[in-house]
């Protein structure tokens, strides 16, 4: 049955934004490793406007330990240094005159417990999330008018399927980054 079909699809894609959302969350979670996705909050005045940081500079990560910073225009280094100051991420940018350099400090064990403890926090969310998603299919599913109990029955299968599936996944996730944010 085509409707049955399309509400099942639509708890699918929403499980999947979901575990799309946590990837980005858990990206923004830093781990000692330099990586561009640290800077994706900052937001730089461009000429009257506030522009991502990647849409006027070359972001790039030299080594594990370091974050540099390109500006396709020089005058703008100034505006960048303040940007990431204000953004209030803990790192201090130092200038060279064409370029900016970030140093990223030693993440500390207690940091590292207070990060794995915002990765379950995040998790979590995404759980409350795909739940929500299988509790507004069910209902859906439960007013088509034309679909037999046995057919409802049969798509409630399915979504709960789907949401073992993808709950398995913000698990595994989760370990991941785990692992990755207690890795010294």
Partial sequence: MEELDIILETAKEQMQGTTDHLDVA?????AGKATPAMLSSVRVDYYGSLSPLTQIANVNTPDAMTLSIQPYERNLIGEIEKAIINANLGFAPSNNGD???ISIPPVTEERRKELA??????????????RNARKE???ALKNVK???EDMVKDYETRVQGLT???SKKLEEALAKKEAEIMKV
Avoid: G, P, W
């Fill in 164 to 166: 073992d599936k993808f």
């Fill in 99 to 101: 370029s900016i350099i």
């Fill in 26 to 30: 858990f990206d923004k979670l830093r």
């Fill in 137 to 139: 299919a069910n209902t």
């Fill in 117 to 130: 403890k915002m990765a379950k926090s995040e998790m979590e969310n995404a759980k409350v999330s795909i």
């Fill in 146 to 148: 034309e679909a037999s």
